[in-house]
């Protein structure tokens, strides 16, 4: 019965990407396709390319914790992505697909988006709330992400949940996610940064 149940979960989650940005993303065993057109690293700096209308880096090279990938990220001129639409996320994981950027290994990538600053409050560094639910958060089991309470706190696309979303342990290693321009308002904390000119 569990497994029907989670049978039935998962073709609704799909159904519920598809019937807001399309069809769903490919699934892991699919072969990835030729990059295509929209792979345009003159209008990014490197290593940053373009997907959508937006810079991303996947960087496959080396795994680290959160904080280390936003620094890392922001060492080159941006911060960890955040993905405020549907369109986005869809664009995002396709990409993901399209363009070879597949995690090796059981990594995730990091994603800017957290709720250390407040258990339960998930926030994206640019300090807007995360959407939650279908269809961007992940499922593990039978059970909705996130679910990791106080041990989990951090964003990350979740390869073997199709790249949907996934609370993570912070000092975990995962394979940072860029995007490049971020100008962030949280802190590695989760609190909001006082800038001050
Ligand atoms: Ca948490």
Redesign the pocket.
Known sequence: MAGRCLRVALVLHSLALASCCGPPPPLDSAPPAPAPATASPAECTEPHIKVGDKCYAFLLDFARTWSESREYCQGIGGDLAIVHTCDEFTTLVRNIHMLGQEVPDRFSYWLGG???GD??S?TWIDGTPMAMGVPFWGQAGDTFE?N??????CAQIYKDDRYFIH?GECGKHGYALCQEGLSARLDNRGRIINHRD
């Not at 990791?148 to 706190?153: E, I, L, R, S, Y």
């Open positions: 957290t709720d250390l258990e339960g998930w996130p990791g309470g106080d041990a989990q706190n609370d």
